[in-house]
């Protein structure tokens, strides 16, 4: 069973772009969850998108959001980054809801120059 | 004060002794993770529980829900298992997202 994947692996950006993180599930998840851990830092939560709707947001502004498609598969934007948006961006994928075991992508190493 | 609070912070064993990692949280829960994150930053979740000990391999996990503590133990350990092992818990009832300590950056050396 394949397991999730993201893409790209890497990304170079450089200030005040835009930029777009995909992620597809585990076949049968519905949510789909999105972490940045920026260098130095631990893991903070972005959003949670569980059948099509976005379930919670995290303490991230407003130019950081995202959509689930009918396929489950997920999409983060940021706009106008900022140098401090460099980091390594996290997908994880579970059956519906927190209280299942989340499986991780390997992520998307963002970098804003 | 951060609502996860992971001791210790470093790490450092000799292959085959005994690890264990402490996660202590100050709100309820409705469960804990343990997650370990490789140098190449794929993270894997190692265990979920709510309750009692849970074992996989030479990996064993306990959480006293009264005392809001949980522990990881490694058992012979080796270098292999070196990576950041990541304690987050679900808050409440259940109905929101993790929150993560900062995480434990174990070294095991041959």
């Known amino acids: 069973e394949a397991g999730v994947t993201q893409s790209p692996t890497h990304l170079i950006k450089t200030r005040g772009q835009q930029a777009t993180l995909r992620c597809s599930p585990i076949?049968?998840?519905?949510?789909v969850y999105w972490y940045q851990q920026a260098l130095g830092l631990g893991l903070q939560f972005l959003l949670w998108?569980?059948?099509?709707?976005?379930?919670n947001r995290g303490n991230f502004p407003p130019r950081f959001s995202g959509r689930q498609f009918p396929n489950y598969s997920s999409e983060l934007n940021v706009n106008a980054l900022e140098l401090e948006d460099s980091a390594l961006y996290l997908c994880?994928?579970?059956?519906?809801?927190?209280?299942?075991?989340?499986?991780f992508g390997p992520g998307t190493r963002l970098t804003v120059t | 004060k951060n609502e996860v609070e992971q001791s210790p912070q470093n790490l450092t064993a000799q292959e085959g002794e005994f690890i264990t990692i402490n996660c202590s949280y100050s709100v309820g829960i409705s469960a804990l993770h343990w997650l370990q994150q490789h140098p190449g930053g794929g993270i894997v979740s190692l265990f979920m529980l709510s309750s009692g000990k849970k074992k996989h391999g030479r990996l064993i996990a306990t959480i006293n829900i009264q005392e809001k503590h949980s522990s990881l133990h490694i058992t012979a350990s080796h270098p292999r298992d070196s990576a950041v092992y990541i304690c987050a818990v679900i808050r409440g009832a259940g109905n929101t997202p993790l929150v993560f300590g900062k995480g434990t950056r174990l070294s095991v050396i041959a």
């Open positions: 076949s049968g998840h519905t949510s």
């Open positions: 998108y569980d059948e099509g709707e976005e379930r």
């Open positions: 994880a994928s579970s059956l519906g809801g927190v209280l299942y075991e989340q499986y």
